[in-house]
């Protein structure tokens, strides 16, 4: 009987979903040619699946009184709550599905891993190693899971530590 492959959630734009805020994706033909076959991919789009359209305005994670908010740029709008109400869902059931890993798209203020700015209400920015507003929320609650992003893919596969990546 074939061996269950292990289940990797992936920011969906790295695998050519054009789901990013100006419409294009960030496809990164490495993670399909060092991870398919030995992996299933279920992509995740924090922003578009929590319901914000295609495209949209450019968002930031700014700090204030009200402590860290993911916000449109240009408006100053508040997604924080509407994120965060996805998240705690969908966490779930990622959880249900089996997820075991997550690689994530870097720098972006709901995907980043250790390299998400954050910003004051000035625009000046504070911070350059925060997670994503998502990425926050699946560490709460899942401390241990393993999590990457693609600038560090090499390191993400090391520690996934599965004898079916030492070819
Ligand atoms: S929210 Fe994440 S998956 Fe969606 S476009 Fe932005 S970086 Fe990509």
């Given at each position: 009987m074939p061996l269950k492959k292990l289940k990797i959630g992936v920011s969906a734009c790295l695998l050519?979903?054009?789901?990013?805020?100006?419409?294009t994706d960030k496809l990164d033909p490495r993670i399909v040619e060092r991870l398919l076959n030995k992996v299933d991919f279920v992509p995740v789009c924090p922003e578009v699946e929590c319901?914000?359209?295609?495209p949209r305005p450019a968002m930031r994670l700014e700090r204030g009184q009200g402590g860290t908010r993911l916000k449109?740029?240009?408006?100053?709008?508040?997604e924080t709550r509407r994120m965060e109400e996805w998240a705690g869902v969908k966490i779930e059931q990622l959880l249900r599905r089996g997820i075991g890993a997550f690689l994530f798209k870097a720098?972006?203020?709901?995907?980043?891993?250790?390299n998400t700015s954050i910003f004051d209400?000035?625009?000046?920015?504070?911070?350059?190693t925060a997670d994503g507003l998502f990425v926050r929320m699946l560490r709460i609650k899942c401390p241990k899971m393993v999590i990457g992003t693609e600038d560090r893919l090499e390191e993400f596969i090391e520690k996934l530590n599965l004898d079916i990546f030492r070819d």
């Open positions: 050519g979903m054009k789901y990013r805020y100006d419409g319901g914000l359209a295609i449109v740029i240009a408006t100053g709008e508040d720098r972006s203020p709901s995907c980043g891993h250790g209400s000035q625009g000046r920015c504070i911070m350059k």
